[in-house]
């Protein structure tokens, strides 16, 4: 047992100091989970970690100790920790971080939804020179304020502030002086406005941009049209965004995912823009119900995976996924237009191996004969089409490549 170099233990709870102190014999242990409530471990169990001193990776993700003061100390002693994941753990505060001024090998730490941590705690970050990663998710008290020691950590690739209310267009511009980032995850901060856009736009390292339900507009997206190096961005319900914003997005060279789910305001005119991006791998257009006409997607021919998911397309709109040689991903679930000629459609594309057509009500049991082309198929879902019976289950038998199936509420 003493080569085990990864050790789980998915419900703590059932856990004494006795079963963490019998962990000392491994002394070749390099990840260890820890995740629930470890209501019954005290001081004396969680310091016999101290022992296990090849341990590079330690998951403590909603981790409650008997005091909650109590039991954090042993981290400070781990010198040789690369990755700490805290998520969601109540005990995390301030004083907890100002101790890391120890943990001098720290690369990635994770934090998100530490509700106590604010600011001041994020200055101890500091002491390591490798520190690359932070994900400060769901800290509801990190404000502009704290930010300022956010952008102090220069070494930083990946930054999380998904969720984070009160950061605003002022904290952000703080970020501006990390040259080196890579990630930057704005998910639903709703007070990232347009400035924020323009404040670190120049940072040309940066590759994956996460806005999603941010207040910015189309002039936002023209601020980024200089990032030559972007090859994700995340616009899912940026609803002021309309066909003119996607314009801006034609002129990222690099750019190969895109989710522009939920931006209502795109039409016809928009898809027209979004087919000129010819680098695109991935597209997610869920949610766009004003797009009536499809067939500029003929012009993506390297698109790998594609969501239509609840959008009004209809069965030969479908016939512009024909032009994809790579199309291996596509959803169309909740598209309430389709009908089992579009599925006909479909089963032309050989290519395809997820096919989402969950509550797809207007197909049924003869459109599933049509499926049994897709030999490659391996995850097809169903889930609420309520025209399907016995009868069109019959035909999936013989998509032998299929791993997962999801028949969820059919008819019977």
């Known amino acids: 047992m003493s080569a085990f170099s990864m050790l789980p233990f998915l419900d703590w709870d059932w856990y004494l100091d006795s079963g963490v102190v019998a962990l000392q014999g491994l002394v070749k242990l390099k990840h260890l989970a820890l995740i629930g409530r470890c209501m019954r471990i005290s001081d004396q169990g969680l310091a016999s970690l101290c022992s296990l001193t090849s341990l590079t990776s330690l998951n403590l993700n909603n981790c409650s100790w008997k005091e909650p003061s109590m039991g954090f100390h042993v981290l400070y002693t781990m010198k040789g920790l690369h990755h700490l994941s805290m998520s969601a753990c109540q005990w995390v505060s301030d004083d907890t971080l100002l101790c890391f001024d120890e943990m001098t090998s720290l690369v990635s730490l994770n934090l998100e939804a530490c509700e106590n941590i604010t600011g001041t705690g994020l200055s101890a970050l500091s002491c390591a020179p490798g520190f690359t990663s932070l994900n400060l998710s769901s800290c509801l008290q990190i404000s502009d304020t704290g930010l300022a020691s956010v952008g102090a950590l220069t070494p930083l690739k990946s930054v999380n502030l998904g969720s984070c209310g009160i950061v605003t267009d002022t904290g ?78 034609t002129m990222l060279p690099s750019l190969t995912s895109c989710n522009l789910g939920m931006c209502w305001r795109i039409m016809d005119v928009g898809l027209k823009e979004v087919s000129k991006i010819t680098t695109l791998l991935d597209l997610d257009l869920s949610g766009c119900t004003n797009i009536g006409d499809f067939s500029p997607l003929r012009k993506m021919k390297r698109l790998t995976s594609i969501s239509l998911r609840g959008c009004h397309v209809q069965d030969d709109g479908l016939e512009a996924l024909l032009t994809m040689p790579v199309l291996t991903n596509l959803n169309l679930c909740e598209c309430p ?27 049924n049991n003869s459109g599933l004969m049509a499926l049994c082309e897709l030999e490659s198929l391996t995850n097809l879902s169903l889930n609420g089409c309520c025209q399907i019976s016995d009868e069109g289950i019959q035909y999936l038998s013989l998509l032998t490549s299929l791993s997962s199936l999801d028949l969820g509420v059919v008819a019977r």
Not at 202 to 223: D, P, R, V
């Open 337 to 363: 237009l389709l009908t089992n000629d579009g599925l006909i459609t479909l089963s032309k594309i050989s290519s395809l191996k997820i096919l989402d057509l969950g509550h797809c009500q207007e197909i």
């Open 172 to 249: 952000v511009k703080q970020l501006s002086n990390l040259a080196g980032l890579t990630d930057l995850n704005l998910s639903r901060c709703g007070r990232i406005t347009d400035e924020s856009l323009s404040s670190f736009s120049c940072i040309i390292s940066l590759a994956s941009l996460k806005l999603e339900n941010a207040n910015i507009t189309n002039m936002g997206l023209g601020a980024l049209s200089a990032m030559s190096g972007l090859s994700a961005i995340d616009l899912k319900g940026c609803n002021r965004v309309n066909d003119e914003g996607v314009h801006f997005l």
